[in-house]
DNA sequence: GCTATTTATATCGTTCGCGATACAAAAGTA
DNA sequence: TACTTTTGTATCGCGAACGATATAAATAGC
């Protein structure tokens, strides 16, 4: 059994499964408003600026498009946004927050905290939280860079 | 515009695009074979142990029994694994390599340079990963323990 | 031994995530 | 202007993930 195939060796799987834990963590909280981890993520993206298109959102949270339209679309028929054709560029669709998506970010404020605290761990302090993000940062833009070179 | 709410603040944003940007990186090397990132992840387990009951893998993989059922049986099709009745318990099913499914590490012996080089970065050193893998098992573990908590 | 509860899998329905493809609008080119 | 290429969304199909539920086997309690 060669060493790089033991699984405790692997940092995708602890990625993934960080990430899925983590999200799960969210999920309660989430749920009791109807929203779904990515659907939350469009919010932010839509908080920080209204009004995008949906290929801006998908750049922003590293999604193709056709993850996102059918995801925006739900949202849609939540309510949660609307879906306008673009007037400068008649291919866009125009994702903006109605009233309901605005409101939700004062429903959700304790969101950020409450998964804060299921997190929180030894590791995870105001002194190691930056040097990991800079980390993961520096991963994802070596990977979008290598990601794109062969296509 | 509240801070928690930033999308660069996000910790859990990152992790899952970091995941999900990593297992693409193993995608064309994995689909080669005909696999996918979780059946691979699969195969690292049974490699590590083969004939195991489903709920093992699962437990190993932190995943749902009802997310590995369908994985495995997807895996049979393709004679990479079988599945038996356990003899002591009849209620667990024992999933076992198939020469197939062994011939596979040897086949895929260069996926994880290949992907460590799609990963190199200069955050990723052999002085900072042991303290990533430790983090990240903490945070694993804290929300492992915080999951269970409310069930 | 007999019922109640737990445990191991499986099935179903919904949402992601993404490769492949389609299509119309925009941009580039002859 | 006409023709080609690129770009922005959308549709389709498949494989995860997972909550909810079902079912049979094992275990516990009486």
């Known amino acids: 059994m060669k060493e790089e195939f033991r699984l405790d060796n692997q940092l995708c799987f602890r990625l993934y499964t960080?990430?899925?834990?983590?999200?799960?963590?969210?999920n309660p909280?989430?749920?009791?408003?109807?929203?779904?981890?990515?659907?939350?993520?469009?919010?932010l993206v839509l908080w920080e600026n209204d009004a995008q298109?949906?290929?801006?959102?998908?750049?922003?949270?590293?999604?193709?498009?056709?993850?996102?339209?059918?995801?925006?679309?739900?949202?849609?028929?939540?309510?949660?946004?609307?879906?306008?054709?673009?007037?400068?560029?008649?291919?866009q669709i125009i994702v903006s927050l109605t009233d309901k998506g605005q409101q939700l970010q004062t429903a959700l404020t304790d969101v950020p905290f409450a998964v804060g605290g299921a997190i929180a761990c030894k590791s995870?302090?105001?002194?190691?939280?930056?040097?990991?993000?800079?980390?993961?940062?520096?991963?994802?833009?070596?990977?979008?860079?290598?990601l794109k070179r062969d296509t």
């Open 18 to 26: 960080a990430s899925r834990l983590l999200t799960q963590a969210y």
């Open 124 to 146: 995870l302090t105001p002194e190691t939280v930056p040097a990991l993000f800079q980390t993961l940062d520096d991963m994802i833009a070596q990977l979008k860079k290598n």
């Open 53 to 91: 298109p949906v290929n801006d959102i998908a750049k922003r949270l590293c999604l193709e498009t056709n993850t996102v339209t059918p995801l925006v679309q739900r949202m849609e028929k939540q309510g949660i946004v609307t879906r306008a054709k673009g007037t400068n560029d008649a291919r």
């Open 29 to 43: 909280l989430l749920s009791a408003h109807g929203l779904t981890y990515p659907q939350y993520l469009v919010l």
